[in-house]
């Protein structure tokens, strides 16, 4: 029986992406310790037989104060020492970095998950030096360095941020393809959703301009937003929304941690974002044979076939989103079940939780012997 150790920066992060692994190594018997702040899913993690849930003080979502930042690496340390883990498994920037300089102190093996650059990562000039510098001291020592694309795997070897030894790429997170699963399959394509944070870089006011355009020629579509409207910071984006808060033609709601309700009364999603890790939102729609356009970029390129199980757009502007929305909008209904049924194929075949669970098993096995 091993002793392992789960770091992340959110309890919701665990819960909807780490669970089939949490308990496929539950099963296996091993000790397993979730380290992470209090939030809405932290009840889930405290009840799951097995498990032993500690809470993760001091993480600033967002700023980089010094002292809290020292703090939280602290008490990281205190936990660590105290369960004398064989295994560490970090997700997020902040517990990769934090908790890779302890295991690399305390001779612990870690494996470190690169889920997504994030918006840290700025494209053409990498992260910063500060935090350029932290990753290579914490990944340099790391026993197994896992990425969800290719492409974020390559750009931290071109920044000489890690070495080819030991890094891996496996398909995301994985999905439940029977809790995502489509209950009413769609004939015709009118209703558009959006999914996901408001900002800039996923490509939000690519959407409302090109639904505003489409709305010129056409009174028979919809267009749905779903996203936290009330705490955006981009005040481009806060006149975009204000702009069409009163169009009928448009619905603004609150982000769901149940994403099938919005699905399921929608056509087609459209995600026209810059970057991606590998995109579950993505995924969840295709598993429920809903269309989809998205960007041909890193963590959205992989799962898409364009024109045979989704719509990948030429470039990231208003004008190409417009364009892939006026090719669905001609799709007959022989071709929306022909695409829609082959994009669940895709996710039945290579991006199931179980996938995802044995290619873990596998570099486990490989890397740690469990």
């Known amino acids: 029986m091993k002793r392992i150790v789960f770091v992340s920066n959110t309890s919701w992060n665990l819960v909807n992406f780490r669970m ?12 397993v310790f979730c380290l992470a702040p209090k939030d809405n899913f932290t009840k889930i993690l405290e009840a799951l037989p097995g498990l032993h849930y500690l809470h993760l003080k001091y993480v600033q979502a967002r700023g980089m104060n010094p002292f809290f930042e020292l703090l939280l690496m602290a008490h990281i340390l205190v936990r660590v020492k105290r369960i004398k883990p064989d295994l560490v498994i970090s997700y997020t920037i902040k517990p990769n970095i934090y908790a890779g300089i302890i295991c690399r102190w305390l001779n612990i093996p870690i ?36 990425f969800h694309n290719s492409a974020d795997k390559e750009c931290l070897i071109r920044d000489a941020i890690i070495q080819e030894k030991n890094t891996y790429v496996i398909n995301g997170s994985g999905i439940d393809i029977e809790f995502f699963k489509c209950r009413n399959k ?8 959006f999914l996901g944070r408001l900002l800039p870089e996923k490509g939000i006011l690519e959407f409302i ?24 910071d981009n005040e481009e984006i806060r006149i975009a929304l204000e702009r069409i808060r009163d169009d009928k ?27 991606e890790g590998l995109s ?61 049924e082959s994009a669940r194929n895709k996710i039945k075949s290579e991006y199931t939780a179980e996938f995802i669970v044995n290619q873990y098993n596998n570099i486990l096995h490989q890397n740690f012997l469990l």
């Open 280 to 340: 579950k939102s993505l995924m969840e729609a295709m598993s429920m044979e809903r269309v989809v356009i998205a960007s041909n970029v890193p963590g959205c390129s992989e799962l898409l076939d364009n024109g045979k199980n989704g719509v990948i757009l030429e470039e990231i502007s208003w004008r190409s989103v417009y364009n892939a929305i006026s090719t669905v909008l001609d799709m007959d209904e022989n071709e929306i079940l022909l695409l829609t």
């Open 249 to 275: 033609s448009f619905t603004i709601r609150k982000f769901t941690d149940d994403p099938r309700s919005c699905l399921e009364k929608s056509d087609c999603l459209i995600l026209p974002s810059s970057r």
């Open 209 to 232: 301009d090109a639904a505003r355009e489409i709305l010129i020629k056409r009174k028979d579509v919809s267009f749905t937003i779903v996203g936290d409207s009330y705490s955006v």
């Open 20 to 31: 089939p692994l949490i308990k496929e190594l539950l099963l296996k018997g091993n000790q």
């Open 111 to 146: 494996m470190n998950n690169i889920t997504g650059l994030g918006s840290e990562y700025k494209e053409g000039r990498g992260f910063s030096k500060a935090i350029g510098k932290m990753l290579h001291y914490t990944l340099e020592k790391s026993t197994a360095v896992i």
């Open 186 to 193: 769609i004939r015709r394509v009118n209703k558009f959703l």
